[in-house]
């Protein structure tokens, strides 16, 4: 069952930049945090980014900071990832998340989220 739904992935060149959204207001503003996540091919999923829904506080795996944004739009009840400076090693599909609640740091532990999307892909070439 697809409880959110995310858009806005593609194809992009290194250096390139995408924007990712992720809908669905009722897990994503009744959940305290939503956040992103990636699998590439081969590999475990792995954090990206989240967001306390009830604050601005945003939390970001090392590969990513610098790179890439999180950000909420309460007004379109949507989640969106800013990913610039794109590498060929951030190729991966990439799923939202909603949690109804994370407990102490453990923002980066997919089985702190309740609420899962289909994933988008997004693929990087050098």
């Known amino acids: 069952l697809v409880q959110l739904v995310e858009s806005g992935g593609g194809s992009e060149q290194a250096g390139g930049s995408l924007r990712l959204s992720c809908a669905g207001a009722?897990?994503?503003?009744?959940?305290?945090?939503v956040g992103w996540f990636r699998q590439a091919p081969g590999k475990e999923r792995e954090a990206v980014a989240s967001?306390?829904?009830?604050?601005?506080?945003?939390y970001y795996a090392d590969s990513v900071k610098g790179r890439f944004t999180i950000s909420q739009d309460h007004d379109t009840s949507t989640v969106t990832l800013q990913m610039n400076s794109l590498k060929p090693e951030d190729t991966a599909m990439y799923y939202c998340?909603?949690?109804?609640?994370?407990?102490?740091?453990?923002?980066?532990?997919?089985?702190?989220?309740?609420?899962w999307g289909q994933g988008t892909q997004v693929p990087v070439s050098s």
């Open positions: 009722r897990y994503t503003y009744s959940s305290q945090y």
């Open positions: 967001i306390y829904t009830r604050g601005s506080t945003t």
């Open positions: 998340a909603a949690a109804a609640f994370v407990s102490g740091t453990n923002w980066y532990r997919d089985t702190e989220y309740n609420y």
